[in-house]
């Protein structure tokens, strides 16, 4: 039996790998400190509603939602 419990993310603790997971989404794994620096951290991001499912505590799935 698998049970998912979504996780709010925290930008101290979750930040590097919500960075590393998206930099291997779209751009082989690089340019992770850009992601963090940019795309997620010092952005619209936010940070309560977003969402992290973990599989044996490495980061699978990342749901972040953008406030424009």
């Not at 590393?20 to 997620?40: H, K, P, R, W």
């Not at 977003?50 to 799935?61: A, E």
Request: with cysteine; glycine share 8%.
């Amino acid at each position: 039996m698998i049970i998912l419990k979504p996780v709010i993310p925290d930008p101290e603790i979750h930040l590097p790998a919500i960075g590393q997971l998206t930099a291997e989404a779209f751009s082989d794994g690089q340019y992770v400190e850009f992601y963090c620096d940019n795309f997620i951290g010092n952005s619209h991001y936010d940070w309560s509603v977003s969402r992290l499912i973990f599989d044996d505590g490495k980061l699978v799935h990342h749901w972040g939602v953008w406030g424009y």
